[in-house]
């Protein structure tokens, strides 16, 4: 430390023993050389107008890419991999410099107008920033103005290249933090970025990926904010990418799962172990699916795939859901739909808002939320996994299948009388629960379908019909995915930052992503 120090130190005594006025010298020269070297840095910006490499540049790139590969041929233990690698090594500064023209030369044609109001800004001057970019760093010049209507200083060109305020990722980096960040913690994300040839911090990336959530946040309001008046709704259905050839059903799945997250007493861990309180909250997370009967199919190994299908999640809440999963249900179809059907499982907060949003829904319980339910009663009656308990439970498994509510509801009653107080409660749960869903629960006619399909015998009803889910599988394995994600293991999360992650990865598997990075054409299907 003090080896370090030691020249500085001296210089400071040496300054010290100047004069004042051979001070004042020294400090006006130093300002003047560092005031020559940011015009002459902000000239040569001003100057550019086209992204280019001269020729002793690519010339340079040419013979140090030729060295690196020379290096590697007298390598026979070297591979392609080390070609790629050093392949992009050289090319690493070239497009950097490319880049940071290219941006130079974008930024150099904006004109110097208000994005939002088109004002020409006043009190004009030029600024330089740096950015993180796929290629490295760059800096950029670019001049910036007051806009006296909306009473702001603007940056037209930050707008025009896609870059934040304060924040120094570009686009690219952007949506890479975001998707790093979705897929996998901050300290993998880190790993594998610096594999695709990104130096990003883990700082860098958390903060930005928090700041691109924050914004798919905002484009989701948005497009909520289309459910507000029936001009915007029409649009919205006519969005539709082509019409309805023959009619269809669309089902609607909903389920809920638990998040672990830290509240505004995080950091007091200490003090609230002290006073035997827990610092951890759980909240749940909403979740919805829709698609089109006619979208789900079976594979070779007759697995269930459903091509096309929206997602909806979020821990702000069943209206949020609600207004979330409409919307959704709006854009996959709703209002052409020939029949709409809601599977869920019994929790009665689902039915209360699936009645609301969706008065024309078929409600339907999963089928197997019903069995488990009878198979609690088996278990409290004769024992777990009990030979008798087995033999008890099959025939009214078989009655919920015939659509036999009323006839199950009446052998659990019978078995009333000859219970303790305790179990007999119990049991009046179970009985009010198949009460309340009884309506809900028509299996028949899918299983008869099924069976006819299996038998050769089906008709081309019965073939659409075996389709339609018995349960809520489809947003049960969602809801377990994002749970890999979201509960791993020490893994917390605020209410602020988990609600942006979940809109980020739910914007990623409904195929919206462009919405939010256009530069990345996406298309494939993700589900
Ligand atoms: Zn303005």
């Not at 800096?139 to 909306?150: A, D, S, T």
């Not at 700082?203 to 905002?218: D, P, S």
Request: net charge neutral; glycine share 6%; with cysteine.
């Amino acid at each position: 430390m003090t080896l370090i120090n030691t020249p500085t130190r001296q210089a400071r005594r040496a300054r010290a023993r100047q004069t004042p006025a051979a001070q004042n010298q020294r400090l006006t020269e130093e300002i003047m050389t560092q005031g020559a070297a940011q015009a002459a840095a902000a000239a040569q910006a001003a100057a550019v107008t086209k992204g280019y490499l001269n020729d002793p540049e690519l010339q340079a790139w040419r013979t140090d890419l030729e060295a690196r590969l020379a290096i590697i041929h007298q390598h026979p233990e070297q591979n392609l991999g080390h070609l790629e690698e050093a392949i992009a090594a050289a090319a690493q500064e070239p497009l950097r410099l490319l880049a940071q023209r290219a941006a130079q030369a974008k930024a150099n044609a904006t004109p110097c107008q208000c994005h939002q109001c088109q004002e020409e800004l006043t009190d004009q001057k030029y600024l330089s920033r740096s950015i993180d970019s796929r290629f490295g760093p760059l800096v950029l010049w670019r001049r910036y103005g007051w806009c006296p209507q909306c009473e702001t200083w603007r940056f037209p060109a930050d707008h025009a290249l896609g870059l934040a305020k304060k924040a120094p990722a570009s686009p690219y980096v952007q949506e890479l933090s975001a998707l790093l960040v979705t897929k996998m913690p901050p300290e993998q994300a880190v790993a594998v970025a610096q594999r695709l040839g990104l130096d990003l911090s883990r700082c860098l990336l958390h903060r930005e990926a928090h700041r691109q959530g924050l914004r798919a946040q905002a484009w989701r309001a948005q497009t909520l904010a289309q459910l507000d008046t029936w001009e915007d709704l029409q649009q919205l259905a006519g969005d539709l990418e082509r019409p309805p050839t023959q009619p269809f059903t669309l089902v609607i799945e909903i389920d809920a799962w638990n998040i672990r997250e830290r509240g505004e007493d995080w950091g007091q861990t200490q003090a609230l172990r002290q006073q035997g309180k827990k610092p951890e909250r759980w909240h749940w997370v909403y979740m919805g699916t829709v698609f089109r009967l006619d979208h789900r199919g079976q594979t070779a190994g007759q697995r269930a795939v459903i091509t096309q299908r929206g997602y909806v999640a979020t821990r702000l809440g069943l209206d949020a859901l609600m207004a979330q999963l409409y919307r959704e249900a709006i854009q996959r179809g709703l209002g052409q739909a020939q029949q709409v059907l809601v599977i869920a499982d019994g929790a009665v907060w689902i039915w209360n808002l699936v009645q609301d949003r969706f008065p024309y829904a078929r409600q339907q319980l999963d089928l197997w939320h019903a069995d488990e339910h009878l198979w609690a009663v088996a278990h409290d009656l004769y024992g777990r996994g009990t030979p008798e308990a087995c033999a008890w439970v099959a025939p009214l498994l078989q009655q919920v299948r015939d659509d036999q509510t009323s006839a199950v509801i009446a052998s659990l009653t019978e078995l009333k009388p000859r219970l303790l107080e305790t179990q007999q409660k119990q049991l009046q749960t179970q009985i009010e629960y198949f009460e309340h869903n009884a309506h809900r629960m028509k299996y028949k006619e899918v299983m008869a379908a099924r069976k006819a399909v299996e038998a050769g015998t089906a008709t081309a009803e019965q073939i659409k019909l075996a389709h339609q889910p018995l349960g809520s599988g489809a947003i049960e394995s969602t809801c377990h995915q994002y749970q890999c994600r979201f509960k791993r293991t020490g893994q917390f999360w605020t209410t602020a930052g988990d609600e942006a992650l979940l809109c980020l990865e739910t914007l990623w598997r409904n195929g919206r992503w462009h919405e939010l990075y256009p530069h990345a054409k996406f298309s494939a299907a993700l589900n």
